[in-house]
């Protein structure tokens, strides 16, 4: 099998600076391997999918001087590319976890599960307590669990990757997390599934995503090993960052593609940006992604976040 890369957006906003990094390195590192390079669809979340984003994502990318194999809209072998049109898919993984015994229902509310826990509780949640795992499931419990979330019941033993960029990763996804929704009460479908599944289906052999998703990743090695598969390699690439040192947000509109496409800004000029932020050249030169191929390295990305000043268009266009 070729090595196929991918990228995978939600159309919820425009494509900003931190964005395109990540997609830049996502498509270097596939085109260096001289394997496909995928686009699909994070659109599950469908109250904040933003109509035409999807088409105006994509349009901004070609800009950028990237391009894909398959996607939503050039097709391929493994269509649909939008996870909104894919849930047949993700209903045959579950039945085949539920066989497995490595789902149950769960009708708790978030604050039942604080209680529990009897934890102090910053800004992440308590891991989902063992304990609260059902004895003993009746016999087409699935089809019966329409009011209910839906959790995986993880294995309590490390889990080891070697991420391409951040190194050596451990984690206890047991201590961590614990038996964590894989469809929510109100019959979204989690991340967490749906990224395993569609990776598994169309074949991705390396996921490329930014450094924020590097604490779902154990807990997805996990799902993949319950399915049947083989993990991916992973390589999370550091955020870009605002001049506050804030993650971007749709609150950093001067930090978007079309905003600097609209400034004026050449594609090459952006690139070159880029790729000197990710450490592929020695200065921000400007260049085609093409350019930029045959000496690609996942060696020379740092793992350090960079801070974007306030006026990138001006930067760029000196």
């Known amino acids: 099998m070729s090595s196929r890369g991918r990228y995978a957006p939600s159309p919820t906003g425009m494509i900003h600076a931190g964005n395109a990094r990540t997609a830049l390195a996502a498509w270097l590192s596939a085109r260096s391997r001289g394997g496909a390079f995928v686009w699909r669809l994070e659109d599950l979340d469908e109250p904040r999918v933003v109509p035409g984003m999807a088409e105006a994502q994509m349009a901004d990318l070609a800009w ?13 072998p493994f269509a649909p590319y939008a996870q909104s049109q894919r849930s047949a898919v993700y ?5 085949r ?37 059902p004895c003993e499931l009746a016999p087409g419990w699935l089809a019966e669990s329409r009011d209910a979330a839906i959790r995986f019941r993880v294995d309590a033993r490390p889990v080891s990757f070697v991420d391409r960029v951040q190194g050596q990763i451990t984690e206890r996804v047991d201590l961590a997390v614990g038996d964590f929704v894989l469809k929510r009460r109100d019959g979204l479908w989690a991340y967490q599934l749906a990224v ?17 998703l590097l604490a779902s990743t154990a807990r997805q090695i996990q799902l993949i090993e319950a399915l ?19 993650k971007l947000s749709k609150r950093d509109q001067g930090l978007t593609l079309r905003s600097l496409r609209e400034a004026g800004v050449a594609p090459e000029a952006v690139a070159g940006y880029l790729a000197f932020s990710l450490g592929l050249l020695d200065r921000p030169e400007p260049c085609r992604p093409a350019d930029l191929v045959p000496a690609f390295a996942w060696e ?19």
């Open 196 to 212: 395993v599944v569609d990776d598994l289906a169309m074949e991705i052999d390396e996921v490329v995503r930014g450094a924020d």
């Open 97 to 133: 976890l539920a066989a497995a015994g490595r789902l149950f229902p769960c009708r708790l509310s978030r604050k039942d599960l604080q209680a529990v826990a009897s934890a102090p509780h910053g800004a992440e949640e308590a891991p989902y307590p063992a304990s609260l795992r």
């Open 64 to 76: 950028l001087g990237l391009d894909w194999d398959e996607g939503p809209d050039v097709g391929g």
């Open 228 to 246: 049947g598969g083989t993990p991916p390699a992973y390589a999370h690439v550091p955020l870009m960052v605002n001049a506050r040192g804030e």
């Open 91 to 95: 209903e045959e993984a579950l039945r």
């Open 300 to 318: 020379r990305i740092g793992r350090a976040d960079w801070v974007l000043p306030e006026d990138l268009a001006g930067e760029l266009r000196r």
